[in-house]
């Protein structure tokens, strides 16, 4: 049932049923005095129902996020027939500025939740995004991209056990759903805390709109918008079932090097398979880096150059894959 039936009050404005409005999520300055403003936008309609927020660019960098959530609102697919959808395309204002994932004072926003009202300028905005939009907020969905070069395969992120998660990572139906534990200061941990219901969606990699991913993140929202009867679409994207990993690690890379990806991202691969050759640039070495056992592969870092240690392949590992663990640390980022 929808925590807000009859009065919605939202950074300290009333929506009333039927208006739509962007509001300003205002809390700091730039140091040139200019004052920083996030856009909220906020529709509801007449017809009671959810509260929905779509939410991105908590990390700047993470654009195919922003894309989604700005293509919601273009489409008018943010225009709800029953209850209230919230849409805040680009929390990170300052890192989208900068292309980058932090916070201009180098804090990852997405690890200081819940932040305090005294505390650090990212600490500053998470407690106001706690404080001011989640208490009124039934569902949402937090959309990343991979960090740096590392493209994810489209995947819907939850924490094991959760019927009711697990059941709306089904209806947004990414190709994959991932069993990934909170990560401290997150975002999806403070919603978990504030029993909130938040899928995060992981798409693509930074500084990169991709118009499969895109496609993916929209599609999955007018699943979810109609399965919660807030929209009544007559042609809902059908979707395949989404697979669900519940387990995974990295693969690293064993030199520093040229990276030659063989292009198996999102596919299933076999021990042994050969994921992408690290070559010096004199044409004296080449090594191969394959598969250490069977899975999908679920991050690419399509990155030319790669470091000694650098994580190269997510690869999900199946109940029936003999797995040796030193090959893996899982520092997945999101
Ligand atoms: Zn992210």
Redesign the pocket.
Known sequence: MSKNQKKLTLLGEEILPGQSKTLYLELARLPTATKLKIPVIVCRSKKPGPTVLFSAG??GD?INGVEIVRQLIVRKLNKPDAGTIICIPVINIFGFVNQSREFPDGRDL?RVFPGSKKGSMAGRFAYYILKEILPVVDFAVDF??GGAKRFNAAQIRIVPGDPQLLELAHVFAAPFILYSKNISGSFRTAAEKAKVPMLLFEGGMSLDINPQIVHCGVNGVIRLLNFWQMRKDKDVPIASEATILERSGWVRAKASGFCHDRGFLGKFVQKGTVLCEITDPFGKFVQAIKAPHHGYVINANLGSIVYEGDALYHLSIEKSAAVESQFYKNDG??
Do not use: C, K, P
């Open positions: 908590i990390h993470e997405n990343h991209a980022q999101e």
